[in-house]
């Protein structure tokens, strides 16, 4: 009898426990502001998260990094948090092209891809954790003819995919692009340019699909299906473009 009361008694004492931690769930659940809870709708988190910004971190979120980050690494390329809270105290919109080491005056000048994802996962993880809203930081590189950074596969410059008129290549070709960049924490690349190659005296004639409307047009959207995939919300090894 003693045994069954004493066990009654622990299995009480286990559901209250249980109890217990789904109400602090729920409670931190509620607690939580609602631009950070996903089950809401898109529109309601972005008035939330506007109405809780002020000045200087609505600013910050138009900022885009990219040779000015000296403070945020070493001579190698190394994270240095003690740099951080004068860039980023605020939150930053975008840090461009992590894959240099952009603003030191000695060492490497690039990183390779496993220093990459390091680099990026140490910046997002100290804006998350030590701003006041934590939003997190977009990184984007380039990704023209496959993503531009060490060790990345490069293919045909885009005026030479053009001549190939086949669009469902570049698609393919872009996908690959679009994975290599999520490997190393990157959601946008700057891509593609959709102008028309009319006059060859321009520079950087290289970086368009050709001289026809239609066949620009339609190689545009190969590249970007090859990015972001055929639907939304992105899915894994997509990313964005500008």
């Known amino acids: 009898m003693l045994a069954a009361r004493t066990l009654q008694r622990a299995a009480i004492a286990a559901a209250g426990l249980a109890v217990a931690a ?6 931190s659940a509620q607690s939580a502001p609602a631009y950070k809870d996903a089950s809401r709708p898109v529109a309601e988190r972005v008035a939330d998260l506007i109405g809780r910004m002020t000045l200087e971190e609505k600013v910050a979120q138009l900022e885009a990094r990219w040779t000015t980050l000296k403070p945020l690494q070493d001579a190698e390329g190394n994270f240095v948090a ?8 605020q939150g930053l919109g975008q840090l461009a092209r992590p894959s240099e080491i952009g603003g030191t005056e000695a060492g490497p000048h690039v990183r390779g891809p496993r220093r990459h994802a390091e680099f990026v996962n140490a910046v997002q993880k100290w804006v998350l954790e030590n701003t006041r809203l934590g939003i997190p930081v977009m990184f984007h590189e380039e990704a023209l003819h496959g993503f531009v950074a060490p060790e ?4 045909p410059v885009p005026l030479a995919l ?7 290549l570049v698609e393919r070709i872009m996908s690959v692009a679009a994975k290599e960049a999520r490997a190393r924490g990157c959601q946008i ?9 009319r006059d060859p005296r321009w520079g950087r004639i290289e970086e368009l699909y050709g001289e026809d409307p239609y066949l620009v047009s339609e190689f545009g959207i190969a590249a970007v299906h090859g990015y972001q995939g055929r639907s939304l919300p992105l899915g894994p090894g997509r990313c964005s473009r500008r």
Do not use: K, Q
Not at 22 to 27: F, K, W
Not at 82 to 89: E, F, H, N, S, T
Not at 189 to 197: E, F, M, Q, R, Y
């Open 22 to 27: 789904v109400s602090a769930a729920v409670l």
């Open 82 to 89: 003690a740099g951080a809270p004068g860039l980023l105290g």
């Open 152 to 155: 990345a596969t490069s293919f």
């Open 162 to 168: 053009g001549a190939t008129w086949n669009p469902a």
């Open 189 to 197: 690349v700057l891509s593609p340019v959709v102008d028309l190659a």
